[in-house]
């Protein structure tokens, strides 16, 4: 039986799951302002040399680093600044927990879904709309799945410092202390953080709550 895929966006368009969102698997234009480059120096921000752009999302082109020269593609809408570590999948959160967790009040600005916890960015988009969903290194397939997500692959959370409203870990990189710092750093003062796995014990997160093996945290 042929899938979704089989069909392309039309199909996609006319499934109720994307009705209200253009299929578009893009980068927000909007996203570049609080890119970082991923590179070990001082944080900057990049440049957009957009080729392709649909719906005020970038589907080809290149960031480029007046700090450092590198360039990253964009390619098929998804940000590749520096590849992903390789780490097998883990376990993310479900999409009404995940919500319930990271206890966005309203519409408006971005939060980040790592790895696994990427997964439940289509559910997520429906259950706090107008949230802007940034998904770092998700899982393969959900470039196909979720319109309202911007795709990136990177060594660390490539966001600048106090840029975003929230962050879930997914198992895989809640395990890696280094990830947790990050998730921590983009977060903005007071808001959550959210992992799948063991309670971490990061700097500049206050635990909040942990059972059934997630824990929430709060950025000080
Ligand atoms: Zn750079």
Redesign the pocket.
Known sequence: MAGPNAWGPLTAYRSPLFRRWPFTVAVFIELTDHLR???D?AE?FLVLLPDRVVNRSVREGRLG?P????TYAITGGVAQLGGAPAVPPGEGLEAAAAHVLLGLQGPGGYAVLVGSAAAAAPELAKLDPGVAWVAVNPPPGLEDAAPAVSVVRSPLVPLRTRSVRGVILGSEFAADSRWVREAARVTLPGLRVVGRGAEPAVEGLELLASAEGCWVAAKR
Not at 67 to 70: D, E, I, M, N, P
């Open positions: 480059c991923p590179a120096h900057g680093c700090a450092c020269g590198r």
